[in-house]
């Protein structure tokens, strides 16, 4: 289960990772916190008439389109997008940023033990920057990575049921992005990155985390570009991540990376394998009040 703020983001962050489980007959499921309602229209090609104006349905649509390149199946948790406000401006009211956290949890929680996942994957608590609905899924996402396998929490939401492992995402930092400017700079290519790494700052996304675990997945770069392009409101296929060259990306970085928060198995770091400790014979001890998840994925 891999959890994000809005439409987009599961194609921008460890999408590979997703086609690559999916295609190996591993059961993803993406669950998106919001709608994006508020998001911009960041592909000047799509900024025209109709668009802003039906810009939830066709986020909607885009996330379908997406899904069904990646394999993978999708849920909207149902909160409102709550925008990006500038320094001093509130929250807008009923947003997801300002939905009560047990609430919010209280929806996972439920979609959790419906699903069963052995696997949870989110941001960390920078929510890899300071967009208030990343921050939320990383707080929402661990509520109910603790809650869904204590019977005496959201009895409401079904009987209980443990991951075992929690991930933050790790991908698209700082360092990620200087090493393919290096690469494609060292082969006399214009990396395209001059802007993107002016803007970037040095702790951006996944920077300040010390990554565990490398799925190699390079073999899913094209699956996840067909993915992100289908978010066509938000990817303008002529900047910025687009322009990298994919044959260096992949001899240079053919990984997508994750931090390992939590872990209700024994497992030995690195690890290249979402499921190590997972896909083994042994089955963990179940906690007090809690149902104990399958030790072999």
């Given at each position: 289960m891999?959890?994000h703020?809005h439409p ?6 460890g999408?590979a ?5 999916a295609a190996e007959?591993v059961e993803?499921?993406v669950v998106?916190c919001?709608g ?11 900024d ?5 104006e039906?810009l939830a349905?066709i986020r909607r ?7 069904r390149?990646?394999g993978?199946r999708?849920?909207?948790l ?8 500038g ?9 997801f940023?300002l ?18 996942p ?13 967009h208030p609905?990343?921050?939320r ?6 509520a109910?990575f ?7 929490r959201?009895p ?5 049921w443990?991951p075992l492992?929690?991930y933050?995402?790790g991908?698209?930092?700082r360092?990620w992005f ?12 214009d990396?395209?990155?001059r802007?993107v790494?002016a803007?970037l700052?040095?702790?951006?996304f996944g920077?300040?985390?010390?990554i ?7 073999e899913?770069?094209?699956?996840r570009?067909r993915?992100l392009l289908?978010?066509?409101t938000?990817i303008?296929p002529?900047?910025?991540f687009m322009?990298h060259d994919r044959?260096v ?8 990376d ?6 209700h198995v024994?497992v030995a770091?690195p ?7 997972v896909?083994?014979?042994q089955?963990p ?5 809690a149902?104990?998840s399958?030790?072999?994925?």
């Amino acid at each position: 289960m891999s959890v994000h703020a809005h439409p987009d983001d599961e194609s921008s962050k460890g999408a590979a990772t997703l086609a690559k489980y999916a295609a190996e007959g591993v059961e993803v499921l993406v669950v998106t916190c919001t709608g994006g309602e508020r998001g911009e229209v960041l592909n000047p090609a799509m900024d025209r008439a109709g668009v802003r104006e039906n810009l939830a349905a066709i986020r909607r649509d885009e996330m379908a389109e997406a899904r069904r390149i990646l394999g993978v199946r999708q849920h909207f948790l149902g909160f409102v997008d709550s925008g990006l406000p500038g320094p001093g401006e509130p929250l807008p009211e009923g947003c997801f940023a300002l939905a009560p956290l047990e609430e919010a949890a209280g929806r996972l929680v439920k979609l959790t033990r419906s699903f069963r996942p052995h696997v949870v994957v989110t941001y960390d608590e920078t929510g890899g920057y300071p967009h208030p609905d990343h921050i939320r899924t990383h707080q929402v996402t661990v509520a109910a990575f603790d809650a869904a396998g204590e019977a005496g929490r959201h009895p409401e939401a079904g009987a209980p049921w443990r991951p075992l492992k929690l991930y933050y995402q790790g991908g698209l930092s700082r360092p990620w992005f200087q090493a393919m400017h290096d690469a494609m700079t060292a082969r006399g290519m214009d990396s395209g990155m001059r802007e993107v790494l002016a803007e970037l700052p040095a702790a951006g996304f996944g920077s300040g985390l010390e990554i565990t675990t490398r799925v190699p997945c390079a073999e899913y770069f094209a699956t996840r570009d067909r993915a992100l392009l289908a978010h066509a409101t938000q990817i303008d296929p002529n900047a910025g991540f687009m322009l990298h060259d994919r044959d260096v990306e992949r001899e240079v970085w053919p990984t997508e990376d994750y931090l390992l928060a939590r872990s209700h198995v024994d497992v030995a770091t690195p690890e290249d394998d979402l499921f190590a400790g997972v896909r083994c014979p042994q089955r963990p001890t179940a906690a007090a009040g809690a149902a104990a998840s399958p030790g072999c994925g």
